[in-house]
């Protein structure tokens, strides 16, 4: 039904992830939140969270200051921070991860640095709804 075709890049085209590719380029600093609904190639750096409810892909130029949440993802660079992942987090051998990890599976080459916890399992499957935040009714209390 859905047609993932993968390009140079490593990242997935197709319906289901609405054909978009975002790019951070090498050289570009972006300070804040980044929210993308497509996949999203970090070759830059970001300081803030990303998430995507997609794939993300940091490559090995690319570092990350702050929290991931994704459904998969790829990294090959610097991520200083926790990183949630739906599926699959493959850590190639130029990887370097200092935070915890959380994913469905995780993939490890020869190589890569990890500096943490990591917790895998079915524990999170759909990060469509990770937008929403659950409400928080505080009781004040009185004397």
Not at 127 to 133: C, M, P, R, S, V
């Amino acid at each position: 039904m859905f047609e993932t075709i993968k390009n140079k890049s490593g990242l997935s085209k197709g319906t289901e992830s609405g054909g978009s590719i975002n790019l951070i380029g090498a050289g570009t600093i972006i300070e804040g939140e980044v929210k993308a609904n497509g996949d999203l190639r970090v070759d830059g750096t970001i300081i803030g969270s990303v998430s995507s409810k997609s794939k993300v892909v940091v490559g090995s130029t690319g570092q990350v200051h702050g929290d991931i949440v994704c459904q998969n993802a790829d990294i090959s660079g610097a991520v200083k921070g926790k990183t949630t992942v739906a599926e699959m987090l493959f850590l190639k051998a130029t990887a370097k991860v200092n935070g915890d990890i959380l994913t469905g599976k995780l993939v490890v080459e020869v190589g890569a640095s990890f500096t943490g916890n990591c917790n895998m399992g079915p524990m999170i499957k759909d990060l469509k709804n990770a937008d929403k935040q659950p409400e928080i009714q505080l009781k004040e209390k009185t004397a």
